[in-house]
């Protein structure tokens, strides 16, 4: 199998439920079956939501590229990343290294049908920065966000606290206010929530970089 690398910490329990969702994906019979990862779970990336929102922040760009480059040179032949936002500064982590990046956003927006209204349970910083913009439009679908103020207190709710009764609560509620055809989870905190969602068609960004990084590890290469 070939080696996926995981730039990690954003947040550590993301990361966490990004690897036991990608463990769950693979029928093992033995440990030999499963996707080898590598992580590097670094939590001190500089904070996006202090750089893209309150605009005061360090820029994370330089603390991933060096990252992909760590995963890169221990042995990683491919990279993904696990936290939407952080893929606004993707292309320093392509520039970094010259091995495959399994783009997030874009392998989840491929996943939404045609023309959908699409409700983006995110990040305030992905809306205001247009992250999944190009990629839904090729998709011909129309973009609703929730409440930014709702979103970044959940947001950082579970960071702090985990995601706890009052969170579940509080996702179902900001899910079911939004609306729209099709929602996707677009937050690696909000994808620790996912099963309290409001009924509809869903699409979660994290489980779709699963099945992307499953595939890349166990195709032939």
Do not use: W
Request: hydrophobic share 50%.
């Amino acid at each position: 199998m070939r080696m996926v690398g995981i730039l990690g910490g954003m947040g550590p329990a993301a990361t966490l439920d990004l690897m036991a969702r990608v463990m769950a994906a693979v029928p093992a019979q033995d440990d030999r079956d499963h996707v080898p990862l590598m992580v590097d779970q670094n939590p001190q990336v500089p904070s996006r939501i202090a750089r893209l929102i309150e605009g005061d922040g360090e820029d994370p760009a330089p603390v991933l590229a060096d990252m992909a480059r760590r995963l890169q040179g221990a042995g990683a032949q491919a990279l993904a990343m696990a936290c939407n936002t952080a893929h606004h500064y993707a292309d320093a982590v392509r520039d970094a290294v010259d091995i495959p990046f399994l783009d997030m956003v874009d392998i989840a927006a491929a996943h939404v049908p045609h023309g959908a209204e699409v409700a983006l349970l995110a990040s305030p910083a992905v809306a205001q920065i247009g992250l999944y913009d190009a990629a839904l439009a090729t998709r011909g679908a129309t973009i609703r966000h929730p409440k930014a103020d709702a979103a970044l207190d959940l947001i950082r709710h579970v960071k702090a606290r985990g995601p706890d009764a009052e969170a579940q609560a509080a996702f179902h509620r900001l899910s079911a206010q939004v609306g729209s055809d099709v929602q996707v989870i677009a937050c690696t905190e909000f994808s620790l929530l996912a099963p309290h969602a409001a009924p509809g068609v869903q699409v979660d960004a994290l489980d779709a970089l699963v099945q992307e990084i499953v595939a890349f590890a166990t195709a032939a290469g």
